[in-house]
């Protein structure tokens, strides 16, 4: 099982780069890293996916180390809208989809 | 995106009765649906793996009499909630996978089930 870990919450301001990090040190070789936000009473939100590297899409970034052991969220220029809480989850289509704490990410004006 | 639903999204019973929490891909065939519970303020906590056409398969501590998972087709899963009690009051929430190797997760809107 891959465990990740999160900081509980963080705190932002509207316009600011936001970089949330999760480590996930037992990574396995097949697993992926896939972010999800999720407001609440609402079901989680996909938010971007990777395997290793870089990858980017409309609303974010993910980047991942060579080593694969941690990832890092990155959302530019966030708004109120952004908050939320986001959590990192580490693993294969069939298995291992077990959520952990998540982050807390408060945005202020 | 794929698109998931849940029915109902909001349920409220008296305790003892069953309820019934359904679960739809609705563009896609889900090989595997994952069933997940959340309390305020926490985060989501796996219930059970279940794959269609097998039994399913319960994370540690989860009664599997109490919950009853059935995933008899690639777009349906169901989740009944049997004799319930207040405790069981909670925000259920399913996800369902295409079964690619990437581990995309699509999820449902999620279904509060009050018990009184």
């Known amino acids: 099982l891959a465990k990740t870990t999160q900081p509980i919450s963080m705190d932002s301001y509207e316009g600011q780069e936001v970089n949330i990090t999760c480590s996930h040190n037992?990574?396995?070789?097949?697993?992926?890293i896939t972010w999800y936000q999720q407001f609440p009473s609402q079901g989680p939100r996909f938010i971007i996916q990777?395997?290793?590297t870089k990858v980017t899409n409309e609303v974010a970034s993910l980047f991942i180390p060579a080593d694969r052991k941690s990832s890092t969220l990155s959302l530019p220029r966030v708004s109120l809208s952004d908050t939320a809480v986001y959590y990192c989850l580490v693993g294969e289509w069939d298995n291992d989809m077990r959520f952990g704490a998540g982050t807390r990410l408060t945005v202020k004006p | 995106g794929a698109v998931v639903s849940q029915h109902p999204s909001r349920v409220i019973c008296k305790s003892g009765t069953s309820v019934k929490i359904e679960c739809r891909s609705l563009d896609f065939q889900a090989t595997t649906m994952f069933w997940y519970r959340q309390f305020p303020k926490q985060s989501l906590m796996l219930m059970a793996t279940s794959n269609e056409g097998s039994k399913a398969t319960y994370e540690q501590g989860v009664e599997k009499d109490k919950f009853l998972i059935n995933h008899a087709s690639l777009t349906l899963s169901t989740l009944t909630v049997t004799s319930a009690h207040p405790e069981d009051s909670s925000f259920y929430i399913c996800s369902a996978s295409a079964g690619v190797s990437s581990g995309e997760l699509f999820f449902g809107e999620g279904s509060r089930l009050t018990v009184l």
């Open positions: 037992n990574i396995a070789t097949n697993d992926y």
């Open positions: 990777g395997y290793k």
